[in-house]
Each structure stands twice: as structure tokens, then as C-alpha cells.
């Protein structure tokens, strides 16, 4: 194991005598701050909750996406107007509406 | 960036009750949280302010560390003590908080104060190691702006090996590194800091 210069040792000793010592006691209310900071944590929304949110709006999009996109084929190949949306009515009415 | 020693002790007090402490803190007993506060504050702010960056609040760091505690009590298994766990979390939220701090401009001999030339000067002069109450103020300039150079995990191992007199196994617990790392890193962090220096003394700039 290599060592530091003795120089650089002796340095690193001076420095030892010359921090000034502090108090190790916890200042006064930081308990009350730490338990108010964690109280507010966690009555507020955590990110999780938002990330999860984010995560099922994206699904969402790109369902509505992927139906419209199937709509679309099927009314263009159908040969009807995109904007005729009779037969998609009439498949939800038959097939998925109660 | 303070350099101050860091003890980290098991409880010594036998009467304190420590796990019934944490079994009421984790059924939400405001009391016993704040007793657990007081209890380990003086463990929490030795590492702060052994590992503080510039222009950062130490009380800050340390409510921030005790969040992350409270927050990570149920993760807490009796296998190591509490002290030794609490350690690594505050070892670690220091050092990222340090690698977040930007990176000190290059510093020459013209940027010392008075007080750490005349250190400098005072060293290669005297062989004593009991220095002038003012040669150890500007000492203790002249280590922090030293360890500022190294990356914060090197500073950690040169200030724990080298100011504290820590050993390997003691650094361990404190950070959960192998041993194995624990040397090679402070072969290597030795090294840079004596190339450090030696720049500083022959060219006056670091």
C-alpha cells in the first residue's frame, strides 16, 4: 500500500488540530422540521402516482389511436366515406353496446 | 467543505431501548420518532459535515438524510446495527449531493490566502506536529481545498483512512464498499492527492 508525504501527512495533522468543535446536539425544533417534512411527503401526491397516471394515459392514446387507424382501413377499404360512421355505429350497436 | 471527523459508534447506552424505539416509530408514535432523531442526529451531522459541499446547509443535508430514513424504516432489518444503516444513508446522499457540485476551477499559489501560504511555507520550514494555532487554521484550508480535487468518494476514503485513522473494516460498515475497493481506492486517491501537492509546491498551482 503506497502513503501520503510526510509533508502532505504532517498538513493533514496540522489540519486535525485546528477544527474548531462543533455541537453534536440537534439544533432546537429539528425533530419537529424532520416530522413536518415527512408529514408533508407523504400527504402529498407521490410521483409514483403521477408516473402511473402518465403510464395509463399513454395506453389510452394509443388505443383510441390504434381503434381509429382500424376504423379508418376498414371505412376506406369499404369504399365509404371516413365520415360515414353508420356501419361503425351499427357494429358497436350490434356487437358491443348492450 | 468542512472536514470534520466522523465517529460512527454503536449505541453505547444500554438503558435506551433501541428496537423498541424503532417498533413504535414504524406504528407512527410521534414521540419515539423524535427520540430517534435526537439519538442519531450526532451520527448524521458528523457525516455531513465531513462531507458538506460548498455552499450547502449542513442542517439541510441532515433533514434530508432523516426523510430518507423514515422513509426507508420499513426496508430495515436488525441484521447490521441501526447506526451502521443510517451511516450508509447518509454516506450516500452526501456523496451525491457532492457529485452534483459543480467542479473547482483549476487553483494556483496566487488564489491562497494569507494564511495558507504562510501554512505551506510554515510546513517545509518546521518538522513539528503540534503547528501555530494559525498555521492549523490555514491547514485545515489547505486540506479541504486538496480533497476538493479528488472525486467525492476519494475524499471520503483519504479522510477517513487519513485524518480519522479509520480502518479498513471500520470503512466498510460505514459505506457497505468491499475492502477490496476500499484499497485500490485509496491507493489511488492517495496517489492523485501527493501528485497534487507536489504540483502545488514545485509549479505554485494545483
Known sequence: MNHLEPELKRLMNWARHGLAPKPDQ???GFSRRVLAGLESEQTAP???????LVAISAWASTVVIVCGLIFFASQTRSGESVLNFTSAYQFLA????P | MGIECSVVTPSEDTAFDMADCLERVRRKDEPAARVLVERLYPLVIKVVRANLPRRASEEDLAQEIFLKVFVKLD??????PIEHWVSRIAVNHCLKALRAQKARPEWRMADLSKEE???LEALSTSSTDAPH???AVGAV??????LDMLSPEDRLIIRLLEMEDRSVEEIRRLTGWS?????VRAFRARRKLNKRFAKLKKEGKL
Open chain 1, 46 to 52: 407521490s410521483p409514483l402516482v403521477f408516473e402511473r
Open chain 2, 141 to 146: 484550508e489547505l486540506v479541504s481545498r486538496l
Open chain 1, 26 to 28: 440537534a439544533p432546537l
Open chain 2, 117 to 119: 501560504a504562510d501554512t
Open chain 2, 179 to 183: 475492502a477490496t475497493v476500499i484499497r
Open chain 2, 133 to 135: 494555532p494559525a498555521d
Open chain 1, 94 to 97: 350490434k356487437n358491443i353496446l
Open chain 2, 75 to 80: 426496508q430495515f432489518r436488525s441484521a447490521v
